[in-house]
Structures are given as C-alpha cells and as structure tokens.
C-alpha cells in the first residue's frame, strides 16, 4: 500500500517552504529564473593563504620627558580561515602591572572583505587576572586586557592598538625586547624607539641576522628604527628552539651596573625569617656532607613553597618580602629563588639568587635584564667556581653550569670550566631462567651536562631504580655500588632481578631495549613544519648481553640499523656470539644545531629507527611446556 501525506501535512510543508522563500531577499524573486553568473563564495569557506597573517605590526617606545616610557603596538592581521578565528585569533591578551603601569586599549576594528569597518563595542574589551597569578596571593593585583575581535568572517582584517605607560623608576634604565617573528608569517614588522639625544644606548639581535637600524631626529628625539619584511611564521611547534628571534636594546652603561642593580632589587626582599632558616637547620643536620646539606636544604624549600609560574620580567625582577612570601606559602621562581639562596647562607653557604637568559643573549654586548627570566640559586663552591641549581627541582637533570647561557648570566663569580663531552653508557650482563627470571649486574656511566651529579648524591637508590625498571622488564635493584660521583662525572654498578614479561598472543616474549635516560626531541613532522629544529647534544648507548636457559630461542634480534647523516648517526642490532650469549646494542649521537623547517628530514631519518618498536625490541621464544608425566598404573580424569 501507498504512503503519502495528508493533505494537511502537505499544505503546511508547503506554507513553510513559501514563508521560508519571502524571509531570504532575492531567494523568492529569483525561484525559477537563471543563476547569476558568479556565485557566491560559501558561507563557511576560507580563502587562500595561511591561516592568518600580519599585514603589519609595528611596536614603538618614546622615553618622554618626566622618564616614563610609552609602548605603543599597531598591528594589522588577517584571519583567512575560521580555525584562526575561533582558537587562535578571536582575542588578544596583553598583561600589565598596575603596581607600575597603565594600559589603555586605542583601537580594536575589524575591516571586512567587502570594505566595511566593524567598530568594537565597549564591552569587547574585559579585564581579569592572568592565570600564572591565580593562586599567588602576593601577585593577586597583576591585570590582563582580553581584547575580543567582532565581525570576524575568512579575510577580514584586525586593525588593532594598545598602549601600555611604564612609570618613571620601574626601571633604572631604559630598555626593551621585542619578537621579530610570531605565530603567523609577518609581512612587515617595524620596531620604533625614540629617546633623548646623547642618550647611550647599544642593541642586539638574537637568532636572527643583525639588522642596521634607520636613525633620525623628530621632534628632538633621536630615532631607532629597524624595519623587517616578509619574517616566516615562528608557532610553537615541538622541537622548536626554546628561544625565538628577538631584538633588545638597553641605555644601562654596563653589565656590572646590571648585575649590581639586580643585586640591590633581591636584597630589598629582606633576608629569610626565622622559620626558613629553621628548617634549614634541620634538613641540613641529618644530611651529612657539604653536597647532600646543601641539597636538602633546596630540596626542604621547594618542598614548602608552591610555585606560581611569574616569569622575573613581570615582576620586574623585584621579589616581594621573603617572610611574607614564606608565609603565604606560594613563591614566582625568583623568590623562591632568593628564599633558597637565603635558607643556604643561614647555614653557612655562599649562595644567592641570579638569572640567566637563553642562548644567543650577552651582556656584555647589550647589558639588558629583558630576556633575563630563568631564576636559579648560584652557590660558590671553593675554588671550584660557581654552581647553578633550579631552586624549583634541584635534583633533577644534570649540572645546570655546564648548560646555560655563560654570557648572559648574574652570577657572582666564574663558572667551572665546561666540561668535556662524554657518552652515557648503560652496559647490562645477565641470565634468563627457564621461568623467565633475569639476574643482572647493570653498569651506569654519565658524563658533562647529562651527569645525574644532584639526584646521586641526595638519592641514589631512585636513580639506580629508575634505571633498572627502563633496562630490565620488572627491574629491581637488589645491590647498589656507586663507583664514581663527580659534578660532571658518575658512575654506579647495581645488581637487578626481574622477570620476562608473559608471552603475547603469538607465544612471542618481547624485551624492549629501550635506550639510556635521554632527552630525545620529538620527531618533526614530515609536512606543515614552520618553527626551525633543535637538534640537541645527545651521545647515549645501551649493551645488553644476555645468557638464555636451555629451552629459550631467538625469533627476532632487533632490526639492524645504520643511519649517518650531517646530525648525527644511530647504529642498532643484535647478533648470536659463539659462546651462544646474545649482544644487543644501540647508539645515537646527535651534534647540536639548528636546523631550518623545511629541512627536517635528517632528524626523521635518525628519530624513525631509534624509536620503532622493531628497532629495539629482542623477540624471545619460551620453552614448550614438556607433556605430565603419568605414573604406570595410575588413574587419570578425563
């Protein structure tokens, strides 16, 4: 039988469709006719080019008269997708300190593509508190302008411009920093600074090719102005340089005034209160020894204090009170850098708070605090020079002195000369049982910036055990012998027992021969890569040889491999020796540079092998389980 709609039905889906018609202008008197012969762009489509773009940014600083310091940024970006314009770019945050500032928004429009301007209402700008200040009573008063964009559609243009007024004293001196590149590409980016004539003033760029400024006189002001076209886009992709390319310019006279004015900033923050130094006795009476005293009192502070993550630039590099930081419990890193340094003197060590900034800053060339914004706690030990430890996880990772910027650092003397460059080497001897049960001897040694010297000397059980659990299935240390501990050298035999992993499906026991604890990047994609690549210094092998009980068989040695490249090389497999023992190895070496985005190919090509699971992996057969032995005689169920 038929189905078709009642005539009621029918009438109202009809009414619908007319009314539907007469509510879309020009949809009705079109119906029947010709399609015009453009169409439309669809509603939802974006147009060609990247995401977004900067058509221009343009920052520009004038010392005024009275000493305070106007920063001024125009920019022009055009959102050509509709990703750009709900995750990326429908707002701007720019932070400010009212303790210091003032910050006013001068303009926020957006032009379409068809030539009409969207003013924002007064409403699309709110002001809220920064995230990093949240939970940081101390900090509770640092603001954040979210400036919204309105009438966003793919090609429409932001036209948009802040004003931030620094005080007359926040700093000594005048000075800036400044991205050249950013998120998206940037056609043309101009930095502007206008200062009082005769004013000394020096400038650097960082990971970027030294640009010579234009310079001129107005209004009498001298003028700076550096002029970058057509920059590529810089996002924040992994693997990506920690640093992007920047300009700095300072008028302080030297980097010892520096260092001394920082110097005087930390110690207007007071010296520690009775309760630190308290507890700083106290970690430090049960830890026998210079180095683990002093690594339990780090360890005690960070301990006590959370950390908000208010980078010093902020907080112009002035802490806040150390006795109220202790008690409001919640410190940035440069007071927790300062209260550790000061819970280290109250038990007699010379230690205070510094800061360093990344590679490619000097100041000795360009003495600025901008970029200056990892705090550490720098303890001078004899003659040894100085040590630099991360007041947040002091025992974590290697010597922080044999890895940070020598040029761009406040600490109070020479550093140690930098260390040679060793391999770290994990070599493990050991036997399988019938059941599966592995005993070991593991043999550890590290050398330079990858030297767990901290995390040795305060707990070399958790190191030896992290280790073991990585290298050997089921791994546990059952005797430790650390035979060499030095700042930039160690060394530690253990014996480990654990136990093969239960066969998988196919009967097959897998072992991962993993690698040595290595910060290995992670692999850059194959296409749409737009940040450079870090290749970092790694130099890290791994032997594993090993004496199966009768039964036991090889189904797979991991996969042989030999990459070279301009990076590094990566060697790995497996063979049978003649006494019947099986040898596993592997090795990667990369030598530190920055390679270009669209020449990622070298680091997938040593990253690819040395993580595939076939690469690292020794394939095991278990024994055949032998069939009951029955008794003559005896009775058996079926």
Known sequence: MSVRPSWPRAFLLAGTAAAAAAAVPGWAANAGSAAPAVAPRPAFAGVPGPDAEYLSVTDRYTVRADGAVVHERESRLQVNSFLAISRTYGETKVGWNPETETCEVVADRTVLPSGAVVEAPANAVVDDQPPEAERDPLWSGLRRKVIVHTGLEPGAVIEESWRITRAHGATPWFEFSEPIAFGPPVRVRVVEVELPPGTRFVWETVAWPAVEPTRESREGQEVWRWRFENVPARPAQPGAPAQGPVIVGSACSSAQALRAELDARI????????????????????????????????????????????????????????????????????????????????????????????????????????????????????????????????????????????????????????????????????????????????????????????????????????????????????????????????????????????????????????????????????????????????????????????????????????????????????????DGRLEIGRRIEMRPRVLPAEASAPMRALLAPWLAPAGRELVLRPPTAAPARVTPGARTST
Not at 403 to 424: F, I, K, M, Q
Request: aromatic content about 4%; charged content about 15%; hydrophobic content about 50%.
């Open 267 to 578: 110690a207007k923050a007071g010296e520690a209160p009775e309760e630190v130094l308290a507890a700083a006795r106290t970690a430090g009476a049960a830890s026998p020894g210079d180095e683990t005293r002093l690594l339990a009192v780090l360890d005690a502070v960070a301990g006590r204090l959370a950390v908000a993550p208010i980078v010093p630039s902020v907080q112009h590099w002035r802490p806040r009170p150390l006795a109220e930081v202790w008690r409001a419990g919640v410190a940035t890193p440069l007071e927790l850098a300062a209260v550790a340094a000061a819970a280290l003197r109250g038990v007699g060590f010379a230690a205070t708070a510094a800061v360093v900034a990344p590679e490619g800053y000097s100041l000795e060339h360009c003495p600025a605090l901008a970029g200056l914004d990892r705090a550490v706690v720098a303890v001078t030990w004899g003659d040894d020079g100085v040590r630099l430890y991360d007041p947040a996880a002091p025992l974590e990772g290697g010597p922080l002195e044999a890895a940070v910027n020598r040029l761009a650092l406040t600490a109070p003397g020479p550093l140690p000369a930098a260390p040679p460059a060793r391999p770290t080497a994990l070599r493990i001897v050991g036997t399988v049982a019938s059941d599966g049960a592995i005993k070991a001897t593991l043999e550890f040694e590290a050398g330079g910036a990858g030297t767990p010297h901290a995390a040795l000397v305060r707990d070399p059980d958790r190191v030896a055990a992290d280790i073991a659990r990585a290298a050997v299935p089921g791994g546990k240390v059952t005797r430790l012998r650390v035979t060499g501990l030095g700042r930039t050298h160690a060394s530690f035999t253990a014996s480990v027992e654990g136990a093969l992993p239960a066969a998988d499906v196919l009967g097959l026991v897998r072992w991962e021969v993993a690698g040595v604890p290595a910060a290995l990047p992670p692999p850059p994609v194959a296409s749409g890569r737009l940040s450079p690549i870090a290749v970092p210094a790694i130099d890290a092998a791994i032997e594993l040889t090993v004496t199966l009980a009768p039964g036991w068989s090889v189904a797979a040695f991991p996969a042989a491999t030999r990459v070279s490249n301009e990076i590094g090389t990566v060697v790995a497999g497996g063979r049978r020796l003649a």
